[in-house]
């Protein structure tokens, strides 16, 4: 029986894993800042990144790490303060268990790292010739990209040691618990298809389910190595999406909107311009690689997220 360690365990993404690993017949260890007993397969274990304080003994009894951890990009307001502590959370996290492996005797033989599209920027900053962001295509140098880009080389250190990297530029993650579905819903309930600023920005997004999966390939699979993006085959606009849910959830009444790009700005602040942005990114690599979508398409992962709420 394998032991997966995983950072943001009771996240989004980790939660749909670990219930995943679970299923599979893995042990699950979860790190977090507040220890509680076991439950089943899985198992806690205390770490604090800020302090760089982590139970050596859990890292000692992986086979592999996921690291998930990071605070939540759309979660608040983008303060100076805040857009720190995006940083931090992940770069001093990565710092933590690439120090730790380092330090300690060890069986850990990969590590899978949590990345973002955030990597890419904006549609206009493709390679000339290229219809889509591939994982080649330098890092943006506004605050996402800059961002990613001190995260990914945190975790970088693991393959001098021999351990197999992977890491998933992971899209906008479609879940009914949290994250960016919920409030693309909350105006359809009204009534109301919410368009943002023209609607033409492309988003690139991902069924948590196959967001989960991902990570379980990677674990899985031992040839697997390098960066990959963790985005569905067919990114859609803003206007797609929104109106897609509208028809779904209720048929022919609903209102079109359009949410001017002012209004935004005036909300959001700086954090509009990842709402207003436009990333087309190929999920072609990891399809490739072998890895099949349950959720290829918008509606059937809009079909999937409203007839069955428990995903």
Known sequence: MQTVLITGGTGLVGSALTRLLVNKGYQVIILTRRS?????AVSYAEWDPAAGTIDVKAVQQADMIVHLAGANVGEKRWTKKRKQEILDSRVKSANLIVQTLQSNPNKCRAVISAS???WYGDDNLRPAGKTMFTEEAP???Q????????WEESIQPVTAMGKRLVILRSG???????GAFPSFKKPVKMGFAAILGNGRQVISW???EDAARLYLFAIENEHL????NAVA????TNEHLTVTLAQKMKGKFYISINVPSFLLKIILGEMSVEVLKSATVSSAKISKAGFQFLYPTINVAIDSLIGRLRV
């Open 139 to 141: 890092a943006d140098t």
């Open 116 to 118: 973002a599209i955030g």
């Open 225 to 228: 190595q390098g960066i990959f």
């Open 233 to 236: 085959p067919q990114p859609v």
């Open 206 to 208: 991902v069924h948590i």
């Open 172 to 178: 906008i993650v479609l879940s009914n618990h949290s």
């Open 36 to 40: 509680k007993p076991a439950e089943g």
């Open 143 to 150: 605050y996402l990209g800059a961002t990613c880009k001190e």
